[in-house]
């Protein structure tokens, strides 16, 4: 390998919006997450509902229409 073109790898902190934080190596030294192995739906088994209704049906609902 050549010498000087590699980047520096770092030990870093990961955080995650749920609050979890975990050590890892990456190029950079912190690492902000929106989703985790501790808050993602496939890791705990639960589902999240998942509204089906489109614009139209959502703008009726939040005016009362």
Request: proline fraction near 3%; include cysteine; hydrophobic fraction near 25%.
């Amino acid at each position: 390998m050549k010498e000087g073109i590699h980047p520096q790898v770092h030990r870093a902190k990961v955080h995650c919006a749920c609050g979890e934080s975990f050590e890892t190596t990456s190029t950079r030294k912190e690492i902000k997450v929106d989703v985790c192995s501790k808050c993602h739906p496939f890791f705990t088994g639960k589902s999240r509902t998942v509204e089906v209704g489109g614009r139209v049906d959502r703008f009726k609902k939040k005016y009362g229409l």
